[in-house]
């Protein structure tokens, strides 16, 4: 198992050493600021119609009807900030559009500036934001905790519980 994380960071370093010397390598192409900040205010509102759209569509719809943990608007923030990193797949598609298409180098350029961005800007933030949203994750509300205490007495029964701990004492 070792393995395979290990192979995965060096496959994962790889791709990202790749695309920081890519970046350096197409100077010579041409670049659009209007389109790279054009595409970026796509990718933010796209993601925020994606994600909060979709949930409130789900939510009117009751999906959560019966669930005792609902999805905060908390959360759907960080999944839709999380969500704005955009990554090698998007840059290697790009690269495969054919050299006879008109203005492909401001394509490449554009995404691989909105990659680099994106990674860097969002990927090197979301933990700061993460820990605005939730704090440090170690400390349970109230609320938190007792909707816990009745899926516990749901799923187990408050007869197995106890003599769960009665056992659990008797060890001791």
């Known amino acids: 198992m070792v393995i395979f994380k290990f192979l995965g960071f060096l496959a994962e370093s790889f791709v990202f050493s790749y695309l920081g010397l890519t970046f350096f390598s197409y100077k010579s192409f041409e670049w659009s600021t209007e389109l790279i900040v054009v595409e970026l205010c796509v990718i933010l509102i796209g993601r925020a119609l994606g994600t909060f759209g979709l949930i409130g569509l789900l939510k009117c719809c009751n ?53 680099v961005f994106s990674t860097i800007f969002f990927g090197s933030t979301v933990g700061v934001l993460g820990k605005c949203l939730f704090g440090d994750g170690d400390e349970k509300t109230q609320e938190e905790a007792e909707i816990e205490l009745e899926n516990l007495d749901d799923t187990v029964g408050a007869d197995s519980l106890s003599s769960c701990s009665s056992k659990s004492s008797t060890l001791h």
Not at 108 to 114: E, F, G, W
């Open 63 to 115: 999906y959560e009807k019966g669930n005792a943990k609902k999805i905060t608007w908390k959360e759907l923030t960080f999944i839709w900030y999380a969500g704005l990193i955009r990554g090698a797949i998007a840059f290697g598609l790009v690269l495969r559009i054919d050299d006879s298409v008109a203005n492909r180098g401001v394509i490449v350029t554009t995404c691989l500036t909105l990659v």
